[in-house]
Structures are given as structure tokens and as C-alpha cells.
């Protein structure tokens, strides 16, 4: 095999390439002069040719020492030749070309330039190497689907070619450039397919905002912000009835609601209306202090639903802000203690103090404190303007060894229930919104004082949209490489708010957009 030969070749090479690069060859995966486990090389075959992929940095530089610049060194791949993307073969075939040692690589081709910036050597390429091997996988009997001409898009692998794929049963048999036929042709020239989308914060668990999040490619549906209690019901609620895979945190807001206004969530607090129930007590989850009592009672509460196989304990301390600090103290104990995690809608949204960035301290603090991950939801929602703080925050718990992920999705503009305590009196001054930055999504309409007061009276319940997010801050977000994409969508309801049956047609349901546009 010419390509495995000059694979070998080049690891002997005086340079080397430093620990581990991998090499899929005719169905088999082989670790070639290199200590990494299979595992942690990604390794794939397109359209029968060859690829060779690594993911790090200082893999490069521990082959050509630090003056070897490397600026992002992948190129966009051109079929049918294939990129042999690891960022230490590809500076080791310039150093090559530029030394006129031609004896290896044949048939060779860089694209793009060497650079000179500041006098260092800037590489900018993509070595494509000529090796035409069968194609895997190989397609078994007739393929029940061909998908042509799609933009196919692997972000693990960094795949991102127009290609087709080959669906045999319930599996893709083939991803290729060549020419495939199959019972049924698919034509998807000018779209994208890549793997589904997990999406770990969907408040809209009902089938129809469900089905309408499937269109926005989620097809992982889980909500580890609100979560449920108790989490048996969430999941004989979802199994067999729903079409994606779906998850659910222990919710901490809903032992509260137990315990404090009778009111059992059944399950999913978002499904059951939960919330509704409780206008009649007053809402007392969100506004009283625990007793010691009660604290053991929540504590016993969130054991079992991890128990039960809770997914993370959901702390959504920012609709009742005033909760005791040693209450949300003991769930990273909790978590601790079952080896889970914490995920949390931190208190204060607000620009003054208490801020939005002080909540989140509190949670990064017992993080660190207890050893436990944490997720923490939408971050620029909380920090506001204080977001670019929020972020360094992260990075600097990070670095001392937390393990903190973020999330905020890509809008300007958040959504909640009317009763929640960011619109208890003085939030104008803390979110620096006015009436005319809300919206009720069952009318469209923009509040007023007027009503504003009536449907904070009389619809606790209902939903509403509000910008409160700066263009600035969801960016600095959403570009983090610690921060995720989560849609935080809410459940899509009809113009009385209820939820809408499965059947109902798109455009049919009223909310927030990243219900249905987070990913897509």
C-alpha cells in the first residue's frame, strides 16, 4: 500500500511527528509510530481515499518546536483527493517540499501559500495525498435512501464537502463523492446534513414544539435547566410518544413546590403547568426561605431523582432568588455525593447589584468548593453587560481546574412566564428594559403598564418575550469555545395558551423563535 508506505516513512523521518497519529486502511485502523490509544486519533475514510486527521496544537509543536507558527493549517478539503488533516504531517510535508526532498509523498499537492508575517513562517495549507483505497463502509444490499449533493458537515472531524449518503436500514452505509442510487432519491442540493443537534436546554417538551425543534435538526431534546420531579413520570410521560431522544435534571424548583404549596409538578413542572397550580397557593416556591426541615426534605427529594436516573440537578435559583445560599450549598453536596452535576439559571438579572454576575459567582464558587461540573444557562442573560466578565470568569475557574461549560443561545431576546421575579418592581432599573421591550406571545401585542399589571395579575402563567440581551455580549457568548448552543426554547402555545396537538400545523404555534431557530 503505497500510502501506508509513505505513512511510515514520514514517522521515521528525523523530525518525527511526536505521540501518535492514526490511519484507517481498508476497513482497519492502525496507530503508526505513535503512543495515543485509537480513541483519541480521529481516523475516517471518504469516498475511498484516505484520511489521516489530529487534533492538537502542540502535537506540531512538540515535532518542530515553537517557531513552528502554525495558522490555521486546514484548508478546505477537495474531493476526490482527501486531506491528510493532522497539523504536524502537514507542516512536516512543507518542510519537506521547501527542502526539495521529493522521495516521499508522491503525488503531493499543497494548496494555499507559505506566509512570512513578522518573519516567522505562517503555514496555511492542505496536503492532499493521491491513495486510492476501497471505499468504506461498504454499502450492504439495496440502500433504501440516497441523500445527493448535500453539504455534508462533520464538526468532529471537520468534514465539510458536498457529498452523498447511502442510508441502508437505519444506518448511513456510505458517505461518498461518487454517483449512489436508492429506492428513494433524495435530492438536498443546497442544504446541509449533519449529525443531529443536542440540545440541553428545551423547556418545550409537549410533541408539538417537540416536532417543531426536530425541523431546527435537534434531535436530542432535553431540559436540564427546569428538569422534573418526579423524574419517573417525565420519562413514562416520554417513552414511546416521543420522537427524538430526549433527558431531564433533578428539578430543585419543583421539590420546593412540593413542599411548599402542595403542588406535585408530576413530572416535567413546563408539561404539567405545574406553575399555573400554584398561583392558587401564591406561588410560594419562589418566594420563601426553607426551613431546616424543608432542607432535608429537598435534599432526600433530589437523591431519588438522581436515583431515578435525573440527568444533573437542575438549580434554577433565579426564579426564587431569595432562596437560602446553604439550600443551593447542599446540591453540590448532593451532586458530589452521586458523582453528578449541577446545571443552573443563576440569580439576578440585573446590571446593578445584586448582579446577574454575582449569581454566577455563587455557583462557580461551590463548584470549585465541592469538586462538582456545572452548566451554567445562557449566560449573557444573567451578566448583561458584564458578560465579557462572565467569560473570563470561566476561563480563569477553568483554569484552576473547575469544570465549567456555559450556554446562551443566538438572540437578543429572552422568554419567560409572567410571574417570575425579574419583573418584580425595580426591574426596569436592573434589566434597563422598559414596557415597550415586552411582548405577550399569545397576542403579539407590546405591553403597556396597563397591561403589563393585568396579565401579572391575572396570567402568571402566560409567556412573554423581552430584549434585554446586547448584540455584543450574546456574540462575545456564543463564540466562547466554553460556551454551547442551547435553545432554551419554550413550549410553542395557541392564542389562549395552550399547547397545541401534535398535528397542528407549522406556524401554527406562538413564542419565543429559537423554539423552532436556534440550530438551523
Known amino acids: 500500500d503505497p500510502c501506508l508506505e509513505a505513512l511510515h516513512a514520514v514517522g521515521q523521518a528525523p523530525h518525527g511527528l511526536g505521540p501518535g497519529f492514526g490511519v484507517l486502511s481498508a476497513g482497519q485502523q492502525r496507530i503508526v509510530d505513535g503512543d495515543l490509544p485509537a480513541g483519541e486519533i480521529l481516523d475516517g475514510v471518504v469516498g475511498g481515499r484516505l484520511v489521516v486527521l489530529g487534533r492538537s496544537r502542540d502535537r506540531a509543536r512538540h515535532a518542530f518546536g515553537q517557531d513552528a507558527a502554525l495558522a490555521d493549517p486546514i484548508a478546505q478539503v477537495g474531493l476526490p483527493r482527501v486531506g491528510l488533516l493532522c497539523h504536524a504531517m502537514a507542516a512536516l510535508a512543507v518542510d519537506l517540499q521547501r527542502r526539495g526532498d521529493s522521495r516521499l509523498f508522491q503525488g503531493l499537492v499543497i494548496l494555499d501559500a507559505v506566509l512570512r508575517r513578522d518573519q516567522r513562517v505562517v503555514l496555511r495549507v492542505d496536503v492532499l495525498i493521491d491513495c486510492d483505497l476501497d471505499t468504506y463502509p461498504k454499502p450492504t444490499g439495496t440502500m433504501q435512501a440516497a441523500i445527493t449533493g448535500a453539504r455534508v458537515v462533520d464538526p468532529e472531524t471537520r468534514l465539510d464537502q458536498v457529498l452523498n449518503i447511502g442510508i441502508t436500514g437505519t444506518e448511513i452505509s456510505v458517505i461518498t463523492a461518487k454517483a449512489i442510487n436508492g429506492k428513494e432519491q433524495i435530492d438536498a442540493a443546497g442544504l446541509v446534513a449533519a449529525p443531529g443537534f443536542i440540545d440541553l436546554h428545551a423547556h418545550g417538551q409537549d410533541p408539538y414544539s417537540e416536532k417543531v425543534s426536530i425541523f431546527d435538526g435537534r434531535t436530542t431534546q432535553m431540559d436540564l435547566e427546569g428538569g422534573a420531579l418526579p423524574v419517573p413520570e417525565y420519562y413514562n410521560a416520554k417513552a414511546g410518544a416521543s420522537l427524538s431522544n430526549y433527558g431531564v435534571s433533578v428539578s430543585h424548583a419543583s421539590a420546593r413546590l412540593l413542599l411548599m404549596d402542595g403542588v406535585d409538578a408530576q413530572g416535567s413542572p413546563m408539561m404539567t403547568h405545574a406553575l399555573e397550580r400554584a398561583a392558587s397557593t401564591g406561588n410560594q416556591w419562589s418566594i420563601n426561605l426553607a426551613t431546616d426541615e424543608e432542607l432535608d426534605k429537598i435534599d432526600d427529594l433530589v437523591r431519588q431523582g438522581v436515583d431515578d436516573g435525573g440527568i444533573g440537578i437542575g438549580v434554577m435559583v433565579g426564579y426564587y432568588p431569595d432562596a437560602r445560599s446553604e439550600g443551593v450549598a447542599r446540591m453540590a453536596r448532593v451532586a458530589a455525593e452521586k458523582g453528578s452535576f449541577l446545571t443552573t439559571h443563576p440569580r ?76 418584580s418592581p425595580g426591574w426596569q432599573e436592573r434589566t434597563g428594559m422598559d414596557y415597550s421591550d415586552l411582548i405577550w406571545v399569545e397576542t403579539g401585542e407590546t405591553l403597556t403598564e396597563e397591561t403589563f399589571n393585568k396579565y401579572r395579575a391575572e396570567r402568571p402563567d402566560g409567556f412573554f418575550v423581552m430584549a434585554h440581551i446586547k448584540e455584543k455580549d450574546m456574540l462575545a457568548a456564543v463564540l466562547h469555545p466554553d460556551i454551547i448552543i442551547a435553545s432554551d426554547g419554550m413550549p410553542l402555545v395557541d392564542a389562549d395558551g395552550q399547547s397545541l396537538p401534535f398535528e397542528a400545523p407549522f406556524g401554527a404555534g406562538l413564542g419565543h423563535p429559537r423554539s423552532a431557530g436556534t440550530f438551523g
Open 348 to 423: 439576578f438579572l440585573s446590571n446593578l447589584a445584586p448582579s446577574g454576575l454575582l449569581g454566577q459567582e455563587e455557583f462557580i464558587a461551590i463548584a470549585l468548593a465541592y469538586d462538582v461540573p456545572l452548566l451554567l444557562h445562557h449566560v449573557p442573560t444573567n451578566a448583561l453587560s458584564e458578560t465579557q466578565t462572565a467569560l473570563d470568569m470561566i476561563d480563569a475557574a477553568n483554569a484552576n481546574g473547575a469544570k465549567i461549560l456555559g450556554e446562551a443561545f443566538p438572540y437578543v431576546k429572552g422568554s419567560t412566564f409572567m410571574g417570575t421575579e425579574i419583573l
